[in-house]
């Protein structure tokens, strides 16, 4: 008896490819999750704790992007796009979520870059 090795070699590469499809698959499925969890883990207003882990920033990282941010304000009376949403009660910050989903969106879509040794945002 022969050994058909064309046939051999199509169900091994068939073979090959629904095991690659199921990794992928696999990989999908477990970002989908974990963004899902992130999403209900924060909802409505964040502190700053909440929001440095939601931006996954530091603290000083999230201050110094507000701080450019009203520096260009101030100095050229203008600032295209949407700036870091938040609000302060005394010196504690707090953010909304769903307002920092809409910034994300937007630096995200406009490639923001913010220069925090000129203090510029291009």
Do not use: H
């Amino acid at each position: 008896m022969k050994i058909n090795y064309n046939i051999l070699f199509g169900c091994l590469i068939i073979s090959i490819g629904i095991i690659i499809q199921g990794y992928i698959v696999n990989l999908n499925t477990d970002t989908s999750l974990n963004n899902e969890r992130i999403n209900n883990r924060y909802e409505g207003v964040l502190d700053m704790n909440e929001a440095t882990e939601y931006l996954n920033m530091n603290e000083s990282e999230i201050k110094r992007l507000i701080t450019i941010e009203k520096y260009q304000l101030e100095k050229y009376k203008t600032f295209t796009g949407e700036m870091l949403p938040y609000f302060q009660v005394g010196d504690k910050y707090y953010f909304y979520k769903e307002t920092l989903d809409r910034w994300l969106t937007d630096i995200t879509e406009d490639r923001r870059k913010y220069d925090t040794k000129e203090n510029v945002v291009y």
